[in-house]
């Protein structure tokens, strides 16, 4: 199973981005699926996950009501929409998907939940 994310970038803060997730090997219709963010010298953390195949979306705090996770079946591609974009969003933004169709909430929002992880792809915000 291979992850590809794609469609980070510099932007000024205000600005919208979209990731991209494309997926070989593993089928995100059959997969819960999040994306997490890194900054150097910081851990990893939960961004936005889809936990189950039907089951609604969830978000860290500081993204809530900004950011937009979805997945599209036909290219079984994960996507991050992202709104209004912070300098504090900079960082190195990472895929995930898990062998299992549904996470409970706390699965969700940890790297432990996860089985197959993409490259990673930096977003970097200016002021």
């Known amino acids: 199973v291979q992850l590809q994310a794609s469609g980070g970038g510099l932007v000024h803060a205000g600005d919208s981005l979209r990731l991209s997730c494309t997926a070989s090997g593993r089928n995100f219709r059959n997969s819960a699926a999040a994306w997490f963010r890194q900054v150097p010298g910081k851990e990893r953390e939960f961004v936005a996950a889809?936990?189950?195949?039907?089951?609604?979306?969830n978000y860290a705090r500081s993204v809530l009501g900004r950011f937009m996770i979805s997945r599209d079946t036909a290219t079984n591609t994960l996507n991050l929409q992202m709104y209004g974009l912070k300098p504090e969003d900079t960082a190195v933004y990472y895929c995930?998907?898990?062998?299992?169709?549904?996470?409970?909430?706390?699965?969700?929002?940890?790297?432990?939940?996860?089985?197959?992880w993409g490259q990673g792809t930096q977003v970097t915000v200016s002021s």
């Open positions: 889809l936990r189950g195949t039907t089951s609604s979306a």
């Open positions: 995930a998907a898990s062998e299992r169709q549904y996470l409970i909430l706390s699965q969700a929002q940890t790297e432990a939940g996860y089985d197959y």
